[in-house]
């Protein structure tokens, strides 16, 4: 009784606190209608990117303030807004819903939940559309972001608060980079947001499945465009999902976002916009796709401590046609990111997975992302890899190669194999910093080829059970001293004696 | 894009027929809003009292029918 009496208060409460909202409204009546945009006549004093609502309450944003008529992007589906129909302004610009309670969810651009676990609780909106904090409030990148994927870390190491973008032709493995670097966030204490532009919705099933199995949903946010959306959606994603870290960032969290992917991203930009009759440019693309794609990718920051000491850390996938990189989206994209990630075709129908370019992969932060003892084990890494790349043509001819060349070949294959990982097995830092220590101090510079994998895993294994101290000192303070490089040397000689290859 | 034909156009919706003192009054107010076109008086008894003034760009609503379902939208 007292439970139903108190819903009745609590219902008469709202119903006496209700304001109407106010009774003069300037309106606008539709004009046409198609492809997701509308013309709208009348709405004098409508902004540029504020959000109007039809009549049937779907939402949409004015984005072409002409002369005589305004084109609104419709965010939702069109098919059912009448011509004639009423559409006013809102007064609000957009704005995505922000709250922990996201973490876990899978959500839409406007913040509707899409996994079927009923609405998400949120008290602040944040806006889409935001200036990128100015000099002054930033800090030099000097924190890794460990992606656990070997060839990365110790190649083209990620600092928090950089822009590395992951580019490569279709199937060569870069949702892979991006999802095994999520499950390797568990227990750093980042906040890990996915936005999925464009893609099937089955792909987006699976991936939020794998991130279920490897116990990482619990500290990512999923903001999916599926294909199936709206150009309208696709459009605003990415902003939506900068707008959510923008509300970790602001309490002085990490957070990584990943785009996938910035091409899709374009091409819904160019369908927007030749609806509405902008002029287009090379390759039928608006004029300001730079400006599209460097204005989301300026938000990604390091902030100094005076402003909270957050970063956003973004990680823009793109997709390339025949590893063609001088095409004009990724083109514009490289010259934003601080660095990239070129995933080869090639590499990777050779078994070379991850198929990390070494020549074209660069990381414009590089050593100040690293910490100490991976910089000491992995510093000239790159350049010998890069080296050995070039002269991979001659591995076929080894036997007439002079000594300083077959051995450059040798070691060259040895560490390619040893970069070689599987997918959803991030390797924790202190690991890598073990393997690799054995790979370029010549320690596998004795066993065949194809054994080197199952050396690295045995190896990993017989540390972790002998040397487990060691271990756990390189964790800490990540700094390789003399006494640490004296059990490796110990530890690799008493294994070798034991493994049987 | 020329402007909609509404324009030369305003449409006044009440509930109940209105008086011809109320209609001069409504007629003022209208003129005032800068628009000197032709008045539309439709009687509208689902708006169940108030009055919805169309006037080009403008919509002036106090019917009671908005009122309420901006009350159910709030409660939803």
Known sequence: ?501 | MKQRETKAHANVETAVALLPKEKEEIAAFVASTGYDGEITYTVVPDLLGGIRIDVGDWVYDTTLKTKLTELVQTLA
Request: aromatic letters at 8%; hydrophobic letters at 40%; glycine letters at 8%.
């Open chain 1, 1 to 501: 009784m007292a439970a139903k009496s108190s819903y009745q208060d609590e219902l008469l409460k709202k119903v006496e606190s209700f304001k109407p909202t106010t009774e003069a409204r300037q309106v606008g009546h539709v004009e046409t209608v198609g492809d997701g945009v509308v013309k709208l006549s009348g709405l004098p004093e409508v902004a540029y990117l504020e959000m109007v609502e039809f009549a049937n309450g779907t939402k949409g944003i004015a984005l072409n303030l002409e002369e005589e008529a305004v084109g609104a992007i419709v965010l939702g589906k069109y098919e059912d807004i009448l011509e004639g129909s009423e559409v006013r302004a809102t007064g609000q610009l957009l704005s995505m819903p922000v709250s922990e309670a996201f973490l876990g969810r899978v959500v839409n651009p406007l913040g509707e939940a899409l996994d079927g676990q009923g609405d998400v609780e949120f008290k602040k909106r944040y806006p889409l559309e935001k200036l990128a904090p100015g000099v002054v409030f930033r800090e030099h990148v000097n924190t890794p972001l460990q992606t656990g994927i070997k060839a990365i870390d110790a190649m083209t190491a990620i600092g928090r608060g950089q822009r590395q973008l992951i580019i490569g032709d279709r199937n060569t493995g870069k949702t892979a980079i991006a999802v095994d670097t999520i499950i390797n966030q568990k227990g750093e204490d980042v906040v890990c947001i996915y936005v999925a532009i464009g893609q099937k919705t089955s792909r987006i099933s699976n991936l939020v499945a794998t991130l279920t199995k490897y116990d990482a949903m619990a500290h990512t946010i999923v903001v999916a465009a599926t294909a199936n959306d709206p150009a309208a959606y696709q459009y605003i994603a990415p902003y939506a999902g900068c707008a959510m870290a923008e509300y970790f960032l602001d309490q002085g969290k990490d957070v990584l976002i990943v785009y996938d992917d910035l091409s899709k991203h374009a091409w819904a930009y160019r369908q927007i916009s030749l609806v509405l009759k902008r002029p287009s440019g090379r390759e039928a693309y608006p004029g300001d796709v730079f400006f599209l794609h460097s204005r989301l990718l300026e938000r990604a920051v390091k902030l100094d401590k005076a402003h909270g000491g957050g970063s956003i850390t973004a990680l823009p996938i793109i997709e390339t046609q025949a590893n063609d990189v001088s095409a004009y989206i990724p083109t514009n994209v490289i010259s934003i990111t601080d660095g990239q990630i070129f995933l080869e075709s090639d590499l990777f129908y050779a078994g070379q997975r991850p198929a990390i370019n070494v020549g074209l992969s660069v990381s414009r932060v590089g050593g100040d992302a690293q910490n100490k003892a991976m910089k000491k084990v992995a510093g000239n890494l790159r350049l010998d890899l890069a080296q050995y790349r070039s002269l991979a043509a001659f591995a076929q001819f080894a036997s007439d190669a002079d000594e300083a060349t077959k051995k450059q070949i040798d070691r060259g294959s040895r560490m390619m194999e040893l970069l070689k990982q599987g997918q959803y097995v991030p390797m924790p830092a202190e690991k890598q910093i073990a393997s690799i220590w054995a790979g370029v101090n010549g320690k596998l510079d004795d066993l065949p080829v194809a054994k080197v994998q199952q050396f690295e895993k045995e190896y990993l294994e017989y540390l972790d059970a002998r040397y487990k101290k060691t271990m756990e000192k390189l964790k800490k303070e990540k700094k390789l001293d003399e006494e640490i490089v004296k059990d490796f040397e110990a530890a690799v000689a008493d294994f070798k004696k034991i493994f049987v290859a």
